[in-house]
C-alpha cells in the first residue's frame, strides 16, 4: 500500500562516507584548521541565515530529517532514521533516530522538529525560506497570522512526525533538508532573546564554542555527534575581515588552511602555475547558471526572434577567457550538475551573420538601442562590456548600467524598467539539487510580478502548467519520468528564450597542503565546504 | 566656559539630529529594498511583505523616523535587519579596534608630519625642502590599498617581522599604523611647514634668535607653539575621519574595526547598521572639534579673549 523506503542506520552510515572511501583516502581524526572569509558571519540562526558563507557552517552545526551524502546531491535520511510517503504524496511520516541530542544535553523529540519548521515560517522570524514549506497545510494561516502553529504537523509519539500536504510536492525531501529545515531547541531560542544567530545550539556535528565579533568564530567537535567518527576536525577556527589577497599569502605560509574567497582574478594564473599550485586550487562545479534576461515586456524583446538573435550573438567562450577558464559556456537553463540537464541539447550556437539575419527578419535590421544593466563588482562590469561588443556586432547599441546589487534586483523586479540583466553576481545558485529549483521564482509566471526575481517577466502558461504536473509527480518510484519532464521543460522554454545561458561557473577555494580529501567535499553541491568530510592529512 | 560647553552641547545635537535626518532620508530614498535583500531568491512575495512589515518598512517615512529618533533618545540604536543582533553591541564590539587604529594612526602621522614639516620650513626652498614636500605629495596622493599591501608584503610576508593579519597585540598595530601614518603625514607636514614659515618670520623669533638663543631652543619653544594650532585643528577631523572607519587598512589587514561592519551593511542594505555607525562618526567628530576647541586656548591665550 504504501511505498516504502527505509533506510536502518548503519545503512546510512555507510552511504554517508562511501565517496570518501572510493577516493581510497582514508581521513584521519584530529587537527585543528583556519579558515578565512572576507564578510563577517552574518548569523548563524538557520532559520534567517541565506548567504554562501554561513550556509556551510549551519549545515555542520545543525542537523535535519534528510541530508545529502557528501559531495553529492544524494538524498539520505539523516535525523529521521526512516521515512514513508502515502502513495497519493501528500502524506509524510518520518521516525526520528532514538537518543540524538542537542549539544545542550536534551534528547531531540518529534515537537522540536515541529516547532523549528513552525519558526523558520512564522513571519516574525523574518526568515527567508518560509516560502520553501509552502506545501504544507496551514501555511497560509501562520504566515496570514491567523495561527502561531501549522495544522499539517503531527506528532503522535516523540519518535514520529508526520506531515499533511495541501498539494503534491515532488521537492519535499529536498525541503526536509535545506537549512531552513533545521532542528533547533525552543528554550535555547528563547534564552537567546532574539539573539539566537549568535548563540547556536543544534545538533550537528559542530558546536560553536566562541564568538568574537568582526574578529574569529570557534567551532569545536560535537563528541555526541551521532554519526560516528565525523566530524574528522577537532577545531575549526574561522577568521573573519580576512582580504582574499592576504588570505592567500597566508595560506602560502601555512597560517591559513582554507581560503573562503578563493583566489583573486589577479592572482589565479600566478597560483594555478606555481609548483604546488594544482595542489592548493580546488576548482568545482557548483549548481549554477549566469544569464542575461530579456524582458519580454519591453520593446523588442517582445519578439521571440529578437531575443533568439542576441541568443546567436553572445560570445560565450570569450567570456569564459575573462574568468580565467574558471567557468564553462552554457546553452541551457540547467547547469550540467543539475539532475534534468540534456547532454544533447545544443541551443543556439554562436552565429554573428545568422543573429543579423533574423534580426533583420524581425524588423530591425540597423539594430536598436537598448540597456543592459550588470552589478559593479569585478569581473561584472568586464563581462557586461563583452556582451555589448558583442550586442554591437549585430548592430545593438547596448548602455552599460552597473550599478550596486540591490539597485539591479530592485530594477530586475520592476515592471517594464530593464530590458536586458547580466546577473553575474547574482546568477542562480541552486538551493538544492532538484531542477524545479531553477524554475518557479525566476522563470514561472509566479516570480512574474512586481519585486520577483523572474527579470525577464516570462510567463508561459503552457509551460507554467506541465511544471505543476511534474512537481506533482512526488511518487519515488516516477522519479526518472519527473526528472525527463522537466528536462523537457527547460528545453521548451529555450525555444521561446526568456534568457541567454551564457555560463556555468565554477567555485574555487584554495585550501592549504595538509588538507585531505577530494574537491567535492570543499565545494559541495549542497554545502559549499562541507565541515563534516574535510580533515587534515596524517 | 561653561556658556561654550552649553552652547556647543546644543549645538552638537542639532547636528545630531541633522545627520540623522539627512542619512535616514537617503537610505530610504534609494531604490535597494531592504526586505528584498534580506528575503533573497527563493523567497515568495507573500515572505518579502511580512518581513517587510516585521521591520515596519511599511510605515510612512516619517513615522518610521519619528520611531527611530523615539528609540535613539533612549540609547537604542535599533537591530541589524541581516544580523539581527542590537546595533549597539555591532559597535562596542568593534570600538576598542577603532579607537586604538585612530590613536596609532594619529601617533603616527602628527609625528612624521611635524618632523618632516620642521626640517622643511627651516630648510626653506632648499633641497630637503623640496625632498620632503615631493614626498609629502606622493604620500597624500598614493591610493591606500597600494601602501597598505606593500608594506605588508615587506614587513610581514617577506621579512616576518610583525604579524600579516588580525588584532590583540602591540605587533599587531604597527603596519596599520604606520600605513595610515605615511598617508596622513603628508597634510600635517604641508601644514606644519607653512604654519612655521609663517611664525619664523615673525618679529619675536628674530629677537630670540638674537639674544642668542640656541637654534632648537628658538625652534621648540618659541616657534612651534604657535604653529601647532592648525594642527590640532586637524587632529580633531581626523578623530572623526578615523572613527568611520578606515575601510581599506581595516580590510588589508584584517582589523576589526567600524569600517568593515559598515562596508558590509552596505552591502545588505542593512539601514540600522549604517544609520548607528553614521552617527557614531558624526558624534566623534562633534567631540573631536569640542576637544581642539578646548585645547586651542590653552595653547594659545588670545583665544581665551575671544
Not at chain 1, 572511501?21 to 581521513?27: G, Q, S, V
Request: aromatic share 8%.
Amino acid at each position: 500500500m504504501f511505498n516504502r523506503w527505509i533506510l536502518t542506520t548503519t545503512t546510512a552510515a555507510v552511504l554517508a562516507l562511501s565517496p570518501l572511501l572510493a577516493h581510497a583516502e582514508t581521513p584521519a581524526q584530529g587537527g585543528e584548521i583556519v579558515v578565512t572569509y572576507k564578510d563577517d558571519i552574518t548569523t548563524l540562526d538557520p532559520h534567517i541565515g541565506y548567504d554562501w558563507v554561513n550556509w556551510s557552517m549551519i549545515k555542520s552545526l545543525f542537523s535535519r530529517l534528510m541530508d545529502y551524502e557528501p559531495g553529492t546531491a544524494n538524498l539520505v535520511p539523516s535525523l529521521a532514521e526512516s521515512f514513508e510517503v502515502a502513495p497519493d504524496g501528500l502524506t509524510y511520516t518520518f521516525k526520528l533516530r532514538k537518543g540524538v541530542k542537542f549539544t545542550n544535553g536534551r534528547e531531540i523529540v518529534a515537537g522540536d522538529v515541529k516547532y523549528s519548521i513552525e519558526r523558520a515560517v512564522n513571519p516574525k522570524t523574518q526568515g527567508p525560506g518560509a516560502g520553501f514549506f509552502g506545501a504544507i497545510k496551514g501555511f497560509d494561516d501562520l504566515t496570514g497570522g491567523k495561527s502561531e502553529l501549522l495544522s499539517g504537523i503531527e506528532t503522535p509519539d516523540d519518535q514520529t512526525v508526520v506531515f499533511h500536504l495541501s498539494r503534491p510536492d515532488a521537492t519535499f525531501l529536498h525541503v526536509m533538508a535545506i537549512n531552513f529545515a533545521s532542528v533547533v531547541p525552543k528554550e535555547a531560542v528563547e534564552a537567546a532573546a532574539g539573539d539566537f544567530g549568535k548563540k547556536p545550539v543544534g545538533s550537528g556535528s559542530l558546536v560553536l564554542k566562541d564568538w568574537t565579533i568582526g574578529q574569529k568564530l570557534v567551532f569545536e567537535r560535537n563528541p555526541d555527534y551521532f554519526v560516528k567518527d565525523v566530524p574528522h576536525v577537532d577545531k575549526v577556527t574561522v577568521e573573519v575581515g580576512q582580504e582574499p589577497l592576504v588570505a592567500l599569502l597566508r595560506l602560502q605560509k601555512g597560517e591559513v588552511d582554507i581560503a573562503g574567497d578563493g583566489i583573486p582574478p589577479a592572482k589565479f594564473l600566478e597560483i594555478k602555475n606555481s609548483p604546488e599550485g594544482a595542489a592548493m586550487i580546488v576548482d568545482g562545479e557548483q549548481l549554477h547558471t549566469g544569464y542575461i534576461t530579456l524582458n519580454t515586456k519591453v520593446k523588442p524583446f517582445d519578439d521571440v526572434k529578437v531575443r533568439q538573435a542576441v541568443n546567436m550573438a553572445i560570445n560565450k567562450e570569450r567570456i569564459t577567457r575573462i574568468l580565467n577558464g574558471r567557468a564553462t559556456a552554457a546553452n541551457q537553463i540547467l547547469p550540467p550538475l543539475m539532475p534534468g540537464y540534456d547532454k544533447a541539447f545544443t541551443g543556439y550556437a554562436y552565429d554573428v551573420e545568422k543573429a543579423k539575419a533574423l534580426l533583420a527578419e524581425a524588423g530591425h535590421p540597423d539594430g536598436f538601442e537598448t540597456v543592459l544593466y550588470s552589478t559593479n563588482t569585478d569581473p561584472q562590469p568586464r563581462i557586461a562590456q563583452a556582451i555589448q561588443q558583442d550586442l554591437a556586432a549585430i548592430g545593438i547599441k547596448a548602455e552599460v548600467r552597473a550599478l550596486a546589487q540591490g539597485n539591479v534586483i530592485a530594477a530586475g523586479g520592476t515592471e517594464g524598467e530593464a530590458p536586458m540583466i547580466w546577473s553575474g553576481g547574482m546568477g542562480w545558485i541552486a538551493d538544492f539539487p532538484d531542477p524545479s529549483n531553477f524554475y518557479g521564482p525566476i522563470l514561472g509566471c509566479s516570480g512574474a510580478v512586481s519585486g520577483g526575481w523572474n527579470w525577464p517577466w516570462y510567463c508561459n502558461e503552457t509551460i507554467d502548467k506541465r511544471a505543476g504536473e511534474a512537481d506533482a509527480m512526488s511518487d519515488p518510484a516516477k522519479a526518472a519520468e519527473r526528472q525527463a519532464a522537466w528536462g523537457k521543460i527547460f528545453t521548451d522554454v529555450m525555444a521561446d528564450a526568456p534568457w541567454v545561458p551564457v555560463i556555468n561557473e565554477r567555485r574555487v577555494v584554495a585550501k592549504s597542503l595538509r588538507m585531505g580529501g577530494p574537491d567535492n567535499i570543499y565545494i559541495d553541491p549542497t554545502r559549499v565546504i562541507n565541515y563534516d568530510a574535510i580533515f587534515v592529512k596524517p | 566656559m561653561a556658556t561654550l560647553l552649553a552652547k556647543r552641547l546644543v549645538q552638537s545635537c542639532l547636528i545630531l539630529l541633522g545627520v540623522a535626518a539627512i542619512t535616514f532620508v537617503l537610505l530610504y530614498a534609494l531604490p535597494a529594498d531592504p526586505a528584498r535583500m534580506l528575503a533573497g531568491r527563493s523567497a515568495t512575495a507573500q515572505t518579502v511583505e511580512n518581513i517587510r512589515r516585521e521591520l515596519g518598512l511599511d510605515q510612512p517615512l516619517l513615522s518610521q523616523f519619528l520611531h527611530y529618533l523615539g528609540n535613539l533618545v533612549q540609547g537604542d540604536l535599533g537591530r541589524s535587519y541581516a544580523q539581527k543582533t542590537e546595533v549597539a553591541t555591532l559597535i562596542a564590539a568593534r570600538l576598542p579596534a577603532t579607537l586604538t587604529l585612530m590613536a596609532a594612526g594619529i601617533f603616527v602621522e602628527v609625528l612624521l608630519g611635524l618632523t618632516f614639516g620642521i626640517v622643511a620650513a627651516l630648510n626653506r626652498g632648499g633641497a630637503i625642502d623640496r625632498i620632503v614636500m615631493a614626498s609629502a605629495f606622493v604620500g597624500v596622493s598614493a591610493p591606500q590599498f597600494v601602501v597598505a599591501l606593500l608594506l605588508l608584503y615587506v614587513f610581514a610576508a617577506t621579512l616576518g617581522w610583525f604579524p600579516m593579519s588580525g588584532y590583540g597585540t602591540a605587533a599587531h598595530v604597527v603596519l596599520p599604523a604606520m600605513t595610515l601614518g605615511i598617508l596622513g603625514a603628508g597634510w600635517y607636514a604641508r601644514m606644519a611647514r607653512s604654519a612655521m614659515i609663517d611664525v619664523l618670520n615673525q618679529d619675536f623669533i628674530r629677537t630670540a634668535r638674537a639674544k642668542g638663543l640656541s637654534g632648537r631652543r628658538v625652534v621648540l619653544r618659541h616657534a612651534l607653539p604657535n604653529a601647532i594650532l592648525p594642527i590640532v585643528a586637524m587632529i580633531g577631523i581626523d578623530i572623526g575621519q578615523f572613527m568611520g572607519g578606515v575601510v581599506v587598512v581595516e580590510a588589508v589587514y584584517g582589523w576589526p574595526g567600524i569600517g568593515q561592519l559598515a562596508w558590509q551593511a552596505i552591502q545588505q542594505v542593512d539601514i540600522p547598521i549604517i544609520m548607528g555607525v553614521t552617527l557614531t562618526s558624526a558624534f566623534a567628530i562633534i567631540v573631536g572639534n569640542l576637544v581642539a576647541d578646548l585645547i586651542a586656548p590653552m595653547i594659545d591665550p588670545r583665544i581665551r579673549s575671544h
